[in-house]
Structure formats: C-alpha cells, structure tokens
C-alpha cells in the first residue's frame, strides 16, 4: 500500500478558519433541523467531492470535502487512496470525510482509518445537500454502523452530531458450508475467539479511543445494533457533537 503523508494531500491549508466556520454554521443548522437519519446503501463504499458554503456567493471556490457511503470492503482502502490522489492539487480540497456506512469488513475498516490518520483528516457522520433550497449547504444526519466506527475511529478530529446514529454490536463473519451429501448448502456465522478483539484494542487504543469500546461489542448480539449513546460516545473518547 503506498504511504500517503499529511502534509502532501492537502495542499492549502491556510483556508482552514474559512471551512471550519462553515462546518459549524452548517452543523448548527442540523441540529435545529433534526434530520431523520438516511439510510445509507448497502453497496460499495464510493468517493466523491461536495462543495460546502453559500454556492451564490463562492461558486467553483466554494471549500470541497469528500463524501464516503456505503459499505466497507476489502478493497475500500486502495479505492479510497486512488480517489484522494487523484485529487491531489485542488486548492478548495479539505481534509474532512463525511461518512455515512452500515459497516463492512472490519481489517478493511481498519486500514481506512489509518489512512485517514495518516492523512490528518477529520471525520463527520452525516452527509451533505449541496444544493438547498436557501443556497447555503445543509449538512444531514447519516450513520456509522458495526465495522465503519472502526474507520471512523482512525480519523484526526471526530464528530458526531445529535442526530447521527453510531452503532455497534460484536463482529462475525459468514462461512458457507455443505452437508456432506452435497444435498444443500448452509450459512452460519464464524465469531472471533479472541485474538481479533486484542487487534481491534490494540488499534482503539493508538486511535485515542478507549478499549473498553471493544469489549463492550463484543457483548452485544450480532443479530442488533446498539445505538451509543451520546453519554458512551464521550465517556469512550470516540467523538464529540461539534467540530
């Protein structure tokens, strides 16, 4: 996997006051709206630039963010590097991920996340309407489900508005199998025994996250999601409702 550095990705930074006003204006904005969370497709996770601001007023120099939906797969990192370099040199390009995922795979939501870390980027749970009705972008409430907290976990500055959904549950993986006559075919879920749960601490824990976020998932029923709370948000250290 090619190394991709901070300081190289994001070319200018001196805007950053500039972006950052906008993202609370419009984070603001969600809060008074209460947007009913939108349910993020379960097909690939895919990359693309928004522009966020007043479009009347910046026009093509409106600030551009990434936004991320979908589901994490195996190759979700390598397509999220190919997406950020071939981006590279827009001088309106911030380093702010907007995600909206119902999970995936969990390594490969870890190797998102330490790109992102390693990027310097921060992360949003929510998506972005370019073109509201009152010209000014409106940021929308998303969720970040089962592996992609993983992901979300990796980024520099993480932010989870009220209204977003945050869920996790303990992780598991599908084997099919055969009756020995090859009369049909079953699916049954494979649990960890242990030694993925002490990679995933290990990860939490350099991400700045508490650990005791993965043993708490582990107790949770992969047939559910629990929702966090905004009181297990804060008290595991995985982001905060303002940016």
């Known amino acids: 996997m090619r190394k991709l550095h901070h300081c190289g990705i994001w070319r200018d930074q001196r805007s950053a006051p500039a972006i950052l006003k906008v993202i609370c204006l419009c984070l603001g904005f969600l809060l008074a709206l209460a947007v009913a969370p939108h349910q993020a497709s379960a097909q690939e996770m895919t990359f693309r630039l928004v522009s966020v601001g007043e479009q009347a007023k910046c026009g093509e120099s409106c600030p551009v963010v990434i936004a991320a939906e979908g589901e994490i797969t195996n190759g979700t990192p390598g397509a999220f590097i190919n997406f950020v370099e071939s981006n590279v040199g827009r001088t309106n390009l911030h380093a702010i991920v907007?995600?909206?995922?119902?999970?995936?795979?969990?390594?490969?939501?870890?190797?998102?996340?330490?790109?992102?870390?390693?990027?310097?980027?921060?992360?949003?749970?929510?998506?972005?309407?370019?073109?509201?009705?009152?010209?000014?972008?409106?940021?929308?409430?998303?969720?970040?489900?089962?592996?992609?907290?993983?992901?979300?976990?990796?980024?520099?500055?993480?932010?989870?508005?009220?209204q977003s959904l945050v869920g996790i549950h303990r992780m598991f993986t599908y084997v099919d199998a055969a009756y020995p006559d090859g009369s049909a075919e079953v699916r049954f879920k494979r649990?960890?025994?242990?030694?993925?749960?002490?990679?995933?601490?290990?990860?939490?824990?350099?991400?700045?996250?508490?650990?005791?976020?993965?043993?708490?998932?582990?107790?949770?029923?992969?047939?559910?999601?629990?929702?966090m709370t905004r009181a297990e948000i804060a008290r595991f250290r995985l982001g905060s409702s303002k940016f």
């Open 98 to 162: 907007f995600l909206d995922s119902p999970g995936g795979k969990v390594v490969a939501s870890m190797e998102l996340g330490k790109i992102m870390r390693r990027i310097g980027a921060a992360a949003i749970v929510g998506r972005v309407d370019p073109e509201a009705s009152n010209g000014m972008s409106e940021f929308l409430a998303a969720r970040c489900l089962s592996a992609c907290v993983y992901a979300l976990m990796g980024a520099k500055k993480r932010v989870i508005p009220p």
């Open 191 to 227: 649990y960890d025994n242990g030694e993925m749960a002490a990679v995933l601490s290990r990860y939490t824990g350099s991400m700045g996250v508490s650990p005791a976020l993965i043993a708490m998932a582990e107790h949770i029923s992969p047939d559910r999601i629990h929702i």
